[in-house]
């Protein structure tokens, strides 16, 4: 699936929204490890991401050629600063109307509008690939994931308590979101 899209910046920069190529794979790489060590609020930590860079660059080849997946880039320059992607749940039929998001951008350029624009690209992205129903799962005391997430048109359906076990906090409680596309 391809998508480009370049939006301003709350502070006047241009961004562009773009997938990703083989050439990216390299940063792409650094901004994934840098982005999970930024904060306690994503999936894993630095240490667990063991993908090599020949790695990153077949999944962004990957994501590229897909008709139903996407792994998106937020570029401000020369840098990449944001990812954010769409990935079906499942390929049974009970399963293929589902997709999940995820977001993570670099700390230095939160605040910026970089987080609403990949989220409302890969909610387009979704519809375009025929999701009827796109998910993800935040942890309940990020609110500023959790209003943007709201802001965009995705609801709670649940909470899982012991969601994720944070080397920092203990037990983290995720939100589970949802949105209707059809």
């Known amino acids: 699936m391809e998508y480009t899209k370049t939006i301003k910046l709350k502070d006047g920069r241009e961004c562009v929204l773009r997938n990703g190529t083989r050439g990216d794979a390299e940063q792409e790489?650094?901004?994934?490890?840098?982005?999970?060590?930024?904060?306690?609020?994503?999936?894993?930590?630095p240490d667990e991401i063991s993908y090599t860079v020949s790695q990153q660059a077949e999944y962004?080849?990957?994501?590229?050629n897909s008709p139903d997946e996407i792994?998106?880039?937020?570029?401000?320059?020369?840098?990449?600063?944001?990812l954010g992607g769409l990935d079906r749940i499942g390929w049974a039929e009970k399963t293929r109307h589902r997709g999940e998001f995820g977001v993570?951008?670099?700390r230095d350029f939160w605040g910026l509008g970089i987080g609403r624009a990949l989220t409302l690209a890969v909610i387009?992205?979704?519809?375009?690939?025929?999701?009827?129903?796109?998910?993800l799962e935040a942890v309940a005391d990020n609110g500023a994931a959790l209003a943007l997430?709201?802001?965009?048109?995705?609801?709670?359906?649940?909470?899982?308590?012991?969601g994720f076990r944070s080397r920092l906090s203990g037990w983290q409680e995720?939100?589970?979101?949802?949105?209707?596309l059809e």
């Open 104 to 106: 993570c951008i670099d």
């Open 149 to 162: 997430y709201e802001s965009t048109g995705f609801t709670e359906y649940g909470r899982n308590p012991r």
């Open 174 to 180: 995720l939100v589970l979101m949802r949105i209707e």
């Open 124 to 135: 387009e992205c979704a519809r375009l690939a025929g999701y009827s129903q796109l998910e």
């Open 71 to 82: 792994e998106l880039l937020a570029q401000v320059g020369d840098r990449i600063v944001g």
């Open 60 to 64: 962004i080849e990957k994501k590229r």
């Open 29 to 45: 790489l650094e901004l994934f490890r840098q982005t999970h060590g930024q904060t306690d609020f994503l999936t894993s930590y």
